[in-house]
């Protein structure tokens, strides 16, 4: 009995030492520290040592637990239906793009905006999975046209929030050099500092904060319905949304958010877009709080008092599964 009490406990040790490697590799970022964590410390979005939502959010709807959706996504997601062939697209050159107000989309969450004579770049994940390793995420065939090699020089890089589908370390690793500047929410800036990028490049704000990119071009920090994490630890950076405002347009930049209050509100203050960008694809219903499902996408363009829609969050990766999930 005491023989197999040591295997057990040798066995948990291995597991434990062998995490904490794994844990150390770079694609996982770094933890906000330092100034850092003492400035997210004094965002009123952030209490109990985590970063809230502005209302109650489960991170599973009622009726489903962690068990379930583990299975589904692990074990029952090789029986969703997914693209038999690959998905028709279109190849731009984006280095001849023409001059004008344009979007390129590359799937699911990633595309390149021309606004005012600047080149934004958003949430760019590009390379052939979203994941932390190889093999796992991988995109549907015919989406993976294009690479972080095919981008012109970027004068604003966007980052919604920390996921690995919104987040990529390859790409952006392969984009230091062409970026300007890097905009990103509360402690994200840590993940791209290890990542080599320079403090000065970084634009790391709060919701409710407005940076002024030109003469054209304000940004906000507006709130998401969301969560954020890349490893064991979760909520530690802020997820956010982002108005792109011009003298003659106002753009939302919805990342991932479940439905709620927000989207009223923005739309009030802001009297409309011209254009929202909003997900509406790879939803489960136990998700219902974090993502916007498919029936509620109407509802949040007219919250958000938008005049065109343009729908992400789709046509590249299987992070859904079999949406009508068993309830374990």
């Not at 962690?66 to 050159?93: M, Q």
């Not at 966007?158 to 300007?180: C, E, S």
């Not at 709130?223 to 997820?239: D, E, V």
Request: overall charge positive; charged content about 20%; proline content about 5%.
């Amino acid at each position: 009995m005491k023989k197999l009490m040591y295997i057990v406990l040798i066995v948990i040790l291995l597991l434990v030492v062998g995490g904490f490697i794994v844990l150390q590799q770079d694609v996982f970022g770094a933890r906000p520290s330092g100034a850092r964590l003492e400035l997210i410390r004094k965002s009123k979005n952030y209490r109990d040592g985590k970063f809230q939502n502005q209302t109650f959010t489960p991170a599973l709807a009622e009726g489903y637990n962690y068990i379930g959706v583990l299975y589904n996504f692990l074990i029952r997601k090789k029986d969703a239906v997914e693209p038999t062939d690959s998905i028709p697209s279109v190849s731009t050159d984006l280095k001849s793009l023409p001059a004008g107000n344009l979007l390129v989309w590359f799937g699911h969450s990633s595309y390149l905006m021309q606004l005012e004579g600047k080149t934004i770049l958003v949430d760019p994940v590009l390379g052939n999975y979203a994941a932390p390793f190889p093999g796992m995420n991988r995109p549907f065939k015919g989406t993976d046209r294009y690479h972080a090699e095919d981008l012109p020089p970027i004068d604003y890089l966007l980052i919604t929030h920390d996921h690995y589908d919104h987040l990529d370390y390859k790409t952006i690793l392969k984009l230091r050099g062409k970026v300007g500047k890097v905009v990103c929410a509360l402690g994200v800036g840590a993940y791209l500092e290890k990542w080599g990028y320079s403090s000065s490049s970084l634009i790391e704000k709060d919701w409710g904060d407005q940076v002024k990119l030109d003469s054209n071009i304000t940004l906000y920090f507006t709130p998401a319905r969301h969560f954020s994490g890349r490893s064991i630890f979760s909520n530690n950076t802020l997820w956010t949304s982002y108005v792109l405002e011009t003298p003659s347009k106002r753009i939302f930049v919805g990342g991932d958010s479940g439905y709620d209050k927000h989207f009223a509100e923005l739309g009030q203050k802001f009297g409309g877009f011209d254009l929202a960008i909003l997900e509406n694809g790879q939803y489960n219903e136990a998700w219902c709080y974090i993502h916007t499902l498919p029936a509620e996408f109407l509802k949040v363009a007219k919250d958000l008092q938008a005049k065109r829609v343009f729908p992400v969050h789709s046509a590249k990766f299987n992070l859904g599964g079999i949406h009508g999930m068993s309830r374990l």
